[in-house]
């Protein structure tokens, strides 16, 4: 079973930016769209953004897009979230998740993943 490791959390100030980053103990993960999830206190879990396999195609809910951008390095059997223009309300875990799929579609693609979490990474942002 594929293992995941986020990594890369840590302290900001807002405005400022951070570069996650997600391994994995399995080659075949290179074969699934990646997402990326996170948990505010109190919250749900809510899934972010996603990449497709090939990377190709990628996808962001409106209250990231444009200040976070994902990435793969399959070679290095990878996956990035370059954060920037952090802001308070981006404090939680951030966790890596493989999705049922290669493809990364839109919203509806974060709803379909496969239950393997990691023990995630803590983003905090300072005002």
């Known amino acids: 079973q594929v293992q995941l490791l986020e990594s890369g959390g840590g302290l900001v100030q807002a405005g400022g930016s951070l570069r996650l980053s997600c391994s994995a103990s399995?080659?075949?993960?290179?074969?699934?769209?990646i997402a990326w999830f996170r948990q505010a206190p109190g919250k749900e879990r809510e899934g972010i953004s996603c990449?497709?396999?090939?990377?190709?195609?990628?996808f962001y809910v409106d209250s990231v897009k444009g200040r976070f951008t994902i990435s793969r390095d399959n070679a290095k059997i990878m996956v990035y979230l370059q954060m920037t223009d952090l802001k308070p309300e981006d404090t939680a875990v951030y966790y890596c998740?493989?999705?049922?799929?290669?493809?990364?579609?839109?919203?509806?693609?974060?709803?379909?993943?496969?239950?393997?979490w990691g023990q995630g990474t803590q983003v905090t942002v300072s005002p």
């Open positions: 998740v493989p999705l049922t799929d290669f493809r990364c579609t839109g919203a509806g693609s974060l709803a379909q993943y496969l239950d393997v």
């Open positions: 399995l080659g075949t993960f290179n074969h699934y769209a």
């Open positions: 990449i497709s396999s090939n990377d190709d195609s990628t």
